[in-house]
């Protein structure tokens, strides 16, 4: 019988499967699981997982396995909506190559401009700065965003400085001042550590809560499942969404007739999101054909790395700011002609502004065509943390994925490691996608408007799932014998383990070299040969295969259009490498 070898709530496998077989099993587990989902064998016989046996991501949590299964996923809804299209798809299959998607995770680092990869391509003049306290090389805000023992004995906090980590460290008595002394990463980690154990674990998170900051304590599985929060959230089905039964019947929308067959060909996208999850969606979109209209503002912080990755990629993004009542009206207009709007935002701050759901479904009642309204967050669409802000750190703490990581570690109980790669971020941006297409699909053949959720903390609880299990720790030493990953440690940041894990690829396989895992765009603002991670769906009919028909840009590259408008290019001075 399976045994609970990394901590309460953890349920480990008895034997070992390979990558490509597991993933035929969560294939079919999620399948049945999902509402909509179809469990017919012969669809599902349609994909073909192939890879390596062992995993190339390191530790017990099966998320390349659950990662490439979410992909076939998206590559099934997407094959049965190019049917709904008319297209005859009777023989047409799906390779999902299962190193791949262990290289998913890594996309916002796996990118290389005119033979740079690494950490220089963020210093480039080419890309600019969204983030210049992350860019300043502050010891003190690098580790504003690390995992912390509290005064509770065994009970550790995940710190986070989101996007104004001075503003965190402030609550906890620590001033500007202090940057000019505080020259080394561990000297930065040990004056934190000596704040943060002054206060109790609820205490710092209430804290956290009050002033619009983020921070989790770190929970074992069962933990969190036992929390108020927890149980609410795993009353919804990961792939979360419905109809909205309390708006006037509308017809089902007829999908236009295009050269281009991808399955999202024609399909309008507005994408209002920042970080890593609802790009990655969006980009996952935009693939399969949609035409993705991104906004941002260059009044706010984004994730600078997102910019020359794929995450940016086949996509128009442009500068709105919604304080102005030009801007205002701008999106309004987007919003009239959309399919889908992808919020992904703290839950409810559109609905403050006037973009919320009420508005979009009234938009759409208006018009006589329904719409998909999608919310992606880090605790889910309902409860009592819903609105709270969060990020892929906060929600790996919460639903027990650092603590798994500290067990494997074998570090005390209570003790929690950030996992390898931003996971949770890359994966619930595939989940996000996923539900937008199944609510595209219900759309084209029943009509109505729909309402979707995908949540970071969703995603972790489901990778942490009783049925899905864990792997033995034997196994986890394969993987650690393989690639020759170092071990890290509670202090760590996300930015540098993503190095870490790439230099062990390149060292101890060849996944960070082979092409075919690879998209190449040339002459772009970036440099002239911009190389990142390709889509991971592949189908045997060519004109189906996802691909992205232009490269990754900055963030307010272009200027602003409807979508039955030309992309024009912004002459913005960001476009330089500076942000106005």
Excluded at 225 to 245: C, D, F, I, W
Excluded at 268 to 294: F, H, Q
Excluded at 419 to 433: F, H, K, Q, V, Y
């Amino acid at each position: 019988m399976a045994g609970q070898t990394y901590g309460p709530g953890t349920t480990v496998d008895v034997n070992f499967e390979p990558v490509p077989q597991e993933c035929k099993r969560l294939l079919r587990l999620l399948a049945s699981r999902t509402p909509g989902f179809t469990t017919d064998e012969a669809l599902l016989n349609k994909v073909a997982f192939e890879g390596d046996d062992l995993p190339c991501i390191p530790g017990p949590i099966k998320s390349q396995a659950f990662t490439a299964t979410l992909q076939a996923m998206f590559g099934l809804v997407n094959l049965e909506i190019a049917t709904l299209r008319g297209y005859d798809t009777k023989d047409t299959t799906i390779t999902i190559d299962t190193n791949h998607a262990g290289l998913y995770p890594a996309t916002p680092a796996l990118v290389t401009i005119d033979g740079l990869t690494g950490p220089g391509v963020i210093k480039m003049d080419t890309v600019p700065q969204w983030d210049k306290d992350r860019q300043s090389g502050s010891p003190l805000v690098f580790r504003a965003t690390a995992i912390y023992e509290t005064a509770d004995p065994g009970v550790w906090f995940q710190f986070h400085g989101s996007l104004d980590p001075w503003k965190a460290l402030a609550h906890i008595g620590i001033s500007r001042d202090l940057d000019a002394t505080i020259r080394t990463n561990d000297a930065a980690y040990k004056l934190i550590q000596e704040h943060v154990k002054k206060y109790r674990a609820r205490e710092l998170e209430m804290m956290m809560f009050e002033q619009g900051l983020s921070g989790s304590i770190v929970h074992s599985p069962e933990g969190w499942r036992r929390t108020e929060m927890g149980k609410l959230l795993g009353r919804h089905p990961l792939v979360n969404y419905r109809s909205q039964a309390q708006c006037p019947a509308l017809p089902p929308a007829v999908l236009p007739s295009l050269a281009d067959k991808r399955p999202l060909a024609g399909v309008k996208v507005v994408e209002l999101v920042r970080i890593i999850a609802g790009s990655a969606a969006g980009a996952a979109l935009a693939s399969m054909g949609a035409d993705v209209i991104r906004v941002n503002s260059s009044k706010i912080k984004d994730y600078t790395p997102a910019q020359p990755s794929s995450l940016m990629a086949g996509k128009s993004t442009i500068d709105l700011d919604l304080t102005d009542k030009e801007d205002h009206a701008k999106l309004i207009k987007l919003f009239e002609e959309a399919d889908v709007i992808l919020q992904g935002y703290r839950l409810k701050s559109f609905e403050r502004k006037g973009f919320g759901l009420s508005a979009a479904l009234a938009m759409a009642n208006k018009r006589g065509k329904g719409i998909v309204y999608v919310d992606e967050n880090c605790y889910g669409p309902d409860g009592p943390y819903a609105e709270r802000p969060g990020w892929q750190q906060v929600a790996d703490a919460a639903a027990g994925s650092s603590w798994i990581i500290a067990q494997m570690f074998n570090k005390p109980d209570g003790q929690g490691i950030l996992p390898s790669l931003p996971i949770s971020d890359m994966s619930t941006g595939i989940l996000t996608a996923l539900t937008i297409v199944c609510a595209i699909r219900d759309r084209t053949k029943f009509g109505g408007s729909y309402h979707g959720h995908a949540a970071l903390v969703g995603y972790n609880m489901a990778t942490l799932d009783p049925e899905v299990r864990l792997y033995q720790r034997e196994v986890v030493q394969s993987i650690q014998d393989q690639y020759g990953f170092a071990p890290w440690s509670s202090d760590e940041h996300v930015a540098p383990l993503y190095y870490e894990i790439m230099r062990a690829w390149r060292e101890n396989s060849k996944l960070f070299e082979d092409e075919k895992y690879y998209v190449h765009f040339n002459d772009t603002v970036f440099g002239s040969d911009v190389r990142t991670l390709g889509p991971i769906v592949k189908y045997s009919d060519d004109q189906l295969t996802p691909r992205w028909t232009s490269p990754p840009v900055p963030f307010c590259y272009h200027q602003y259009r409807t979508f039955s408008e030309e992309k024009k290019v912004s002459e913005k001075p960001w476009q330089q490498g500076t942000l106005a």
